[in-house]
């Protein structure tokens, strides 16, 4: 019986341990995203505290379940995930061994963006063969600022919900928040009115959301379908067709492979623009406003 | 339909009271009518705002919160704080908090078919070129496993089929089931089990049969391994993987670092151990695992496992001195170490162009106990304990988009092992052909092609020296095909 013994000491000792963890004064958050990341800091500044599971760097889409990210489940007050399964490749892992009943899906700590805004190509039939498609819609949602609105509002809310202690707080300064993202999407829509009608070619369809808002028309994407990399059969077929409609700029994510664009670049005598996609993308890119307001000034830059 | 319930219910209850209503005062049918009319405008008033509500879900729920922007974030957060009030009162583990419906949502056919369960199935097979005949397959010097050693049959085979079907119970319980079809038409149930979602403070558990948290690769499902075969060392000391038969809790360190202890307590019925018709515990495993980031695009792992479980008439196929095939039978504790470590890199963390992925585990196996020779003949028994041990490490880098590469070695240290039999000088130890010293070793390289997440292209080639003597040049080529859920993967 000695064995049993052992783990029963090891049971009683772990129960110790956690009897003895103090609690946590401010919101832990978990977010998904660098995106997510900066409107809860924007929503409840120091009230909480973030923790990025991403970088601008990486494609959501494929993410290791890192023991990192485990570790950050286990402890967080919030999960601020996009949804529309970009991350389900790594986050029902996470959930799943947090053995934290707060992040569960529909619990108040598990909130989800894509599912608040209108989503973009919903497909009517999906299957495998259509490359790496999304049942739900596209989820790259977050390069639309009334997307953003949309999603602070009921993040806001959120907030009070699970901090009710500082519910005043979070109200006035949503409330703030909502303000100055008015005003600074009216400027970027006066600002970009000349984007109108200017013809794009995109790599992987999550620029969708910013072509719809801004009234780029998107011509073709280099990925062929949903995260199949392009054939060179398929770039040259590209070239051919775009001879018709020749593209005014190519963009490029910060976390795109730069090969392709480059290639095609060359071909359609169009200049690729690198755009930040996300917080941390580029330097400019160190906020939401920042990200909105570098991601017109590269557009305009170039074409012009 | 929604118009009708106010008329079905009127007629019900119309109906319920018609019999007294036969009999009835003047006066009681008013009041009953009068009752009947409320009741009716009660029942129109909800339709109606039912429906309202619908041409407002209608026209667009999730710009719902769009199309009212003179409501303050206060009064949409009062609304659902007070529905969070509600149910937080109502049960412990919270239950489903309303997150907004999306018009994008795929319109459901039934609602029969809504909670149906995520289905998976992976489909494996391969061509084996094999320099030696894979029916003489045997490490040298331990005691060989039931099954789960060497590299399988020559030329085309039909690998596993393995079929998942998972799914939420309900708020507290997940349940998975994962099914092998062999290519012998048999089918193995690699795991059954269910697994707590309602405990709090990092505790999991998990309990009926799944693979032993022991180890790296244990747990590991053979379509994500990244060889086509496990390493000598789960070969010979698990029979390829560690099933339990039993419970796990895990618990998982609130620090940022990922700090997880496991114990494990199962029937012991997974080779080392064999079934033994006793209602004590077979077999019990603690293991503990530390994980961290270095950096933007490092991430590591390292466990320590123990496993203590029990064998009783543990038989195996053995060769005496003159050639003739014997049974032996171990009879004893078996003890199994197991050290791991597994570090990633990718550049920023992101895997799609270039990942590296180093991993190495050493396990080390103590039996003692007794063993018998020739069960079915002379049946002679003597002490039995040995000491034994094999580690492999391998590295698999993705070189370019789609294609990856992979070295791994493996070795394995049986030693000399203490046979009472053979020190009493009953036998000579010729007559255990099995535990004759050896130093089996291995060497395999890989290439796998992934045109998608759901496929797989793989060749290996391997130089094994797993035999006392030969060595088995061994040529394979696997196909992995995944369809239906999109399954997420552990570290």
């Known amino acids: 019986m000695s064995r049993h013994t052992r783990i029963a000491i090891t049971l009683a000792t772990l129960a110790l341990c956690l009897g003895a963890m103090p609690a946590q004064a401010a919101l832990k958050v978990l977010a998904t995203t660098p995106d997510w990341a900066a409107l809860v800091t924007e929503l409840a500044g120091d009230k909480v505290n973030v923790y990025t599971a991403t970088s601008a760097f990486q494609d959501v889409h494929r993410v290791d379940a890192k023991p990192s990210l485990v570790a950050r489940a286990r402890t967080a007050d919030l999960v601020v995930a996009t949804g529309a399964d970009l991350e389900i490749g790594w986050m029902p892992v996470l959930l799943q061994d947090s053995g934290n009943t707060r992040i569960q899906p529909g619990s108040p700590g598990y909130f989800e963006a894509a599912p608040l805004v209108h989503l973009l190509e919903v497909p009517s039939a999906v299957d495998r063969s259509m490359g790496d498609i999304h049942p739900l819609g596209n989820p790259h949602v977050t390069l639309d600022p009334r997307n953003i609105a949309v999603i602070a509002k009921a993040l806001t809310a959120r907030l009070v919900i699970l901090d009710s202690a500082n519910a005043a707080f979070y109200t006035a300064r949503g409330e703030e928040f909502q303000k100055r993202w008015q005003q600074a999407t009216a400027q970027w829509e006066a600002k970009a009115a000349p984007l109108k009608g200017v013809g794009v070619v995109v790599i992987h369809r999550d620029q969708v959301y910013l072509c719809n808002w801004l009234g780029l028309k998107e011509i073709a994407a280099i990925e062929p379908k949903p995260g199949v990399p392009p054939s060179a059969g398929y770039l040259s077929e590209l070239v051919t067709k775009l001879a018709a409609t020749p593209p005014k700029m190519i963009l490029r994510n910060a976390y795109n492979d730069p090969k392709a664009a480059d290639w095609l670049s060359q071909r359609v005598h169009a200049p690729v623009v690198l755009l930040p996609y996300s917080v941390g993308g580029t330097p400019e890119a160190k906020d939401l406003f920042g990200l909105f307001d570098d991601t017109i000034n590269r557009l305009l830059a170039d074409a012009k | ?491």
């Open chain 2, 1 to 491: 339909m929604a118009k009708l319930t106010p008329v079905a219910g009127v007629f019900v209850v119309v109906c319920m009271l018609w019999p007294h209503a036969g009999q009835a005062a003047p006066d009681e049918v008013a009041t009953l009518r009068a009752e009947i009319e409320a009741l009716k405008a009660d029942y129109n008033a909800r339709v109606q705002s039912l429906e309202a509500r619908i041409r407002r879900l209608e026209s667009g729920a999730a710009s719902a919160q769009t199309t009212q922007p003179g409501t303050a974030p206060g009064t949409a957060a009062a609304g659902e704080a007070a529905v969070v009030a509600g149910q937080s009162a109502a049960a412990t583990p919270p239950p489903a908090f309303p997150q907004p419906a999306s018009t994008a949502a795929p319109a459901r056919s039934s609602s029969a078919t809504a909670f149906n369960p995520a289905i998976s199935v992976i489909l494996t097979g391969n061509y084996a070129s094999l320099s030696q005949d894979p029916a003489t397959y045997r490490v040298a010097g331990f005691i060989p496993p039931p099954q789960g050693e060497g590299p399988g049959e020559r030329g085309f085979n039909l690998d596993e089929s393995e079929l998942t079907v998972s799914s939420n119970v309900d708020p507290y319980f997940f349940a998975n089931l994962t099914a092998a079809i062999q290519g012998d038409n048999t089918i193995d149930i690699e795991e059954a089990y269910f697994k707590t979602l309602a405990l709090n403070n990092g505790f999991t558990i998990k309990a009926g049969r799944f693979f032993s948290g022991t180890g790296y690769l244990n747990e590991v499902h053979s379509h994500n391994w990244d060889f086509v075969d496990q390493p000598l060392a789960y070969q010979v000391f698990f029979g390829g993987q560690l099933t339990q038969d039993g419970v796990q809790i895990r618990w998982l360190a609130p620090t940022d670092y990922f700090i997880e202890l496991g114990a494990e307590a199962g029937s012991g019925r997974s080779f080392p151990g064999t079934q033994r018709n006793s209602n004590s515990l077979g077999s019990d495993a603690l293991f503990a695992h530390l994980g961290g980031d270095v950096g933007d695009s490092t991430s590591w792992r390292v466990g320590g496992s123990w496993l203590d479980t029990h064998a009783m008439d543990r038989t195996y196929a053995d060769v005496d001195q003159f050639g003739a095939p014997v049974t032996n039978a171990f009879t004893g504790t078996s003890r199994t170490w197991i050290v791991d470590g597994t570090l990633k890199w990718a550049p920023h963390g992101d895997p799609t162009h270039h990942q590296l992925k180093l991993q190495g585990e050493y396990l080390r196996r103590t039996e003692d106990g007794q063993l018998a020779f020739d069960v079915t003949g002379q049946n002679l028994a003597g002490a039995y304990s040995t000491a034994q041990s094999g580690w492999y490490v391998q590295g698999v880098y993705e070189f370019v988009q789609r294609w990856r590469m992979g070295l791994r070695y493996d070795s394995m240290h049986p030693g000399t092992p203490g046979i009472g039999l053979v020190n009493s000088g009953v036998l000579p130890q010729t007559d255990f052909l099995s535990l004759l010293p050896a130093t089996p070793e291995r060497t395999s390289v890989m290439v796998d092609w992934s045109l998608s997440e759901f496929s797989r292209l793989r060749a290996q080639y391997a130089w094994d020296q797993a035999r006392a003597h030969e060595r088995d040049e061994q040529f394979l080529l696997q196909y992995i095909f995944a369809i239906g859920a999109h399954g997420a993967h552990k570290f």
